[in-house]
């Protein structure tokens, strides 16, 4: 059974750092693209941030040059370093994986199969 867990959500100030981690277990990360997504109340479920296995990255407009997606596949783990966070970056930010890199899917939710629980990230100007 594939668990994603994320971890590392709290509250910041504005132009703060934050370093987001989803584990995984029963899934390798290194097999299929990964992705970070958050979602406010009353809107849809926005892509971030998206990985693949040959390491190729795509990023939101919104979060190019400020937040980075890495993987540590030793540890199976997935991060997402996110800096100059703004108060627009408030959210419950959910790890996906096993997405198929379909370029014109590749930030969208419907692509992946597994998702964790969220973690929430509060910037406060």
């Known amino acids: 059974q594939v668990q994603l867990v994320e971890s590392g959500g709290c509250s910041v100030q504005a132009g703060g750092p934050l370093r987001l981690s989803c584990a995984a277990s029963?899934?390798?990360?290194?097999?299929?693209?990964m992705a970070w997504f958050r979602q406010v109340p009353g809107k849809e479920r926005e892509g971030v941030a998206a990985?693949?296995?040959?390491?190729?990255?795509v990023y939101a407009d919104s979060v190019k040059g400020r937040f980075t997606i890495s993987v540590d596949n030793a540890k199976n783990t997935m991060y997402q370093q996110m800096n100059k966070l703004k108060p627009e970056d408030t959210g419950m930010y959910y790890c996906?994986?096993?997405?198929?890199?379909?370029?014109?899917?590749?930030?969208?939710?419907?692509?992946?199969?597994?998702w964790g629980q969220g973690t929430q990230v509060t910037v406060s100007s």
């Open positions: 029963g899934y390798a990360f290194s097999q299929d693209y």
């Open positions: 990985l693949g296995s040959d390491g190729s990255t």
């Open positions: 996906a994986a096993g997405g198929t890199g379909d370029y014109q899917r590749i930030l969208s939710p419907d692509d992946y199969k597994y």
